[in-house]
């Protein structure tokens, strides 16, 4: 169900409000420029500082643009079931792809606190989850184990691992024993690695800036041709390593601005580069010939 490419987007603000218009244009060159799935309000749509109605309208516009030529993955979590619910249902209604949800943050649920947070908004929807597991933001890792029990559940169709573990897809396959569970790299450094051992795409961070090229590496893996699927990732190394030489959104906000694509705005408490940073950034995508 899920393969290849898919953006998590950047959402352009002007003025401290969401700026539509470049929202829009933005996710209409992702689509033109080729990558198979486009993910509004993840983490580098800075979700946790859009209100309710902002997070709902990005959806909303990205669907809009998408019109089926992209899988759009809404990104619907949050630390409240309740609330992840009202947004996955949203979600559904507008008509996005599938949902991905995070693990929940700040809480630190119990493993089996987890699994029920997961499975209430699975029963409550009828659209196809992703679970998305980034313990260095949240402050808990889904074990395995959990991850094994929530794949039973018909409509867990995926995972977004952003560990940076590469025997996780190992582990996985080996405990999970529904057919369909996509497993997507979370982690733009170790995706071709991560596809080696089981997994069928990236959600990426580089493709807001490198759409086609972070598509080609994938279309390369998913053809089995791995020797040129490294080539390819080797050669836009720098870019993965400079998206996060500050805290994400931040460098990539900033190398979107530098392609004209929105301003480098970001909401408190995340704040633009350093002067450091921004030269560095400048420098990689002028190597890349990006710029």
């Known amino acids: 169900m899920f393969k290849g490419i898919y953006t998590a987007l950047i959402t352009p603000f002007a003025n401290g409000k969401v700026d539509e218009k470049a929202f829009q244009s933005f996710v209409e060159?992702?689509?033109?420029?080729?990558?198979?799935?486009?993910?509004?309000?993840?983490?580098?749509?800075e979700s946790p500082t859009l209100s309710h109605d902002e997070h709902n309208r990005v959806i909303d516009l990205c669907i809009e643009v998408a019109?089926?030529?992209a899988h759009v993955m809404a990104g619907t979590g949050s630390n409240s079931t309740d609330e992840a619910i009202m947004t996955t249902r949203h979600a559904e209604k507008a008509?996005?792809?599938?949902?991905?949800?995070?693990?929940?943050?700040y809480n630190k649920p119990t493993q089996e606190g987890?699994?029920?947070?997961?499975?209430?908004?699975?029963?409550?929807?009828?659209?196809?989850?992703?679970?998305?597991n980034i313990p260095g933001r949240s402050g808990v890792n889904i074990t395995d184990d959990t991850l094994a029990r929530l794949a039973?559940?018909?409509?867990?169709?995926?995972?977004?691992?952003?560990?940076?573990?590469?025997?996780r897809p190992c582990i996985l396959r080996s405990k999970i024993k529904k057919k369909s569970i996509d497993l997507l790299s979370g982690e733009d450094m170790t995706a071709v690695a991560f596809n080696a051992s089981g997994g069928v795409g990236c959600i990426s961070v580089?493709?807001?800036?490198?759409?086609?090229?972070?598509?080609?590496?994938?279309?390369?893996?998913l053809s089995g041709?791995?020797?040129?699927?490294?080539?390819?990732?080797?050669?836009?190394?720098?870019?993965?390593?400079?998206?996060?030489?500050?805290?994400?959104?931040?460098?990539?906000?900033?190398?979107?601005?530098?392609?004209?694509?929105?301003?480098?705005?970001?909401?408190?408490?995340?704040?633009?580069?350093?002067e450091d940073s921004k030269k560095h950034i400048t420098e990689v995508l002028k190597k890349l010939r990006l710029l």
């Open 67 to 69: 019109k089926g030529r």
């Open 29 to 45: 060159w992702q689509v033109k420029e080729g990558v198979q799935g486009l993910v509004p309000c993840g983490t580098t749509g």
């Open 225 to 274: 041709d791995y020797a040129r699927a490294l080539a390819l990732h080797d050669a836009l190394v720098p870019l993965h390593n400079v998206m996060f030489c500050e805290t994400s959104p931040g460098p990539v906000k900033f190398a979107a601005a530098l392609l004209g694509k929105c301003k480098p705005e970001v909401r408190l408490p995340l704040v633009e580069p350093g």
């Open 206 to 221: 580089s493709s807001n800036i490198a759409p086609r090229a972070c598509a080609e590496v994938q279309s390369a893996c």
């Open 152 to 167: 039973e559940l018909p409509r867990i169709n995926g995972l977004k691992d952003a560990t940076g573990d590469l025997a």
């Open 114 to 132: 987890l699994f029920r947070h997961f499975k209430a908004i699975h029963d409550a929807t009828k659209i196809p989850i992703v679970i998305y």
């Open 95 to 105: 008509g996005a792809d599938s949902a991905l949800v995070v693990a929940p943050y």
